[in-house]
């Protein structure tokens, strides 16, 4: 009867947990950051895969150019940049995943046709559009997973970048459905999370590099803090956007 009971209780639990994700949370998690605007906005790679079982917008502001983000997002990779995130929890699925902290000049020459392979049996992403400075997106090979990544310039001459996923999952039985839902959405925003902020550090630590410049690739150059007695630049950002 005990154990009934707290079947029951455990039960009543989880089924309200799953309540509350659906009806309040669920919005909130798939576009954090991210304003009503840019959840709206048309971006590259959207017609790639129209019709998505998920879509996730979220965002992040950068006080820094976009030329001291993009250097980041195209290093990106197992084997390569790794993505800025918890390495050790990608590593635990095989993705072989270390971020690092400095641009890699052997990494900064992708291409559209270009193709990713995370892990040794994770999926391979293709580079489909790549405008430098702008947008960069990547598509599985089997069609069912459209990752893009997008920069805009604000009017402060910071940079806002935001993150698109739209996932597929044809076949998927309800309860694959359901785990998806209420497991590995809420997982993906931990995740990407801490990737949109470590990019933003990243990218406003390169942009006070008083050696930094997109022009001079030829050796590698490492993230840190403003020089002893060098001002930080700085541009305003809008207070919506997430900091910590």
Not at 21 to 35: D, F, H
Not at 91 to 100: D, I, K
Not at 138 to 160: I, K
Request: aromatic share 6%.
């Amino acid at each position: 009867m005990r154990l009934r009971t707290l079947c029951l209780v455990a039960g009543a639990a989880a089924g309200g947990a799953a309540t509350i994700y659906l009806t309040v949370g669920r919005r909130p998690c798939l576009t954090w950051g991210a304003t009503a605007d840019e959840v709206d906005r048309t971006m590259p790679g959207d017609d790639l895969l129209a019709d998505p079982d998920l879509l996730s917008t979220r965002a992040v502001g950068i006080d820094a150019p976009a030329s001291s983000v993009w250097p980041w997002l195209v290093q990106m990779g197992s084997g390569k940049g790794g993505v800025y995130t918890y390495d050790w929890i990608e590593n635990l699925f095989g993705l072989h995943m270390h971020s690092v902290d400095e641009i890699l000049p052997q990494f900064q020459n992708r291409k559209v046709g270009d193709v990713e392979q995370l892990g040794e049996h994770g999926p391979r992403l293709r580079v489909d559009i790549l405008n430098p400075e702008q947008a960069m997106v990547l598509h599985s090979e089997d069609g069912n997973w459209v990752w893009a990544f997008c920069l805009y310039p604000t009017a402060e001459g910071g940079t806002t970048l935001v993150s698109r996923n739209r996932i597929a999952t044809p076949g998927a039985s309800p309860l694959r459905r359901a785990l998806g839902t209420l497991v590995l959405e809420p997982g993906s925003l931990v995740m990407e999370r801490k990737m949109l902020l470590g990019i933003k550090r990243r990218a406003e630590s390169l942009a006070l590099s008083p050696s930094w410049s997109p022009r001079r690739s030829g050796r590698s150059l490492r993230s840190g803090r403003a020089a002893p007695g060098r001002p930080r630049r700085r541009w305003s950002s809008s207070p919506r956007r997430p900091s910590s």
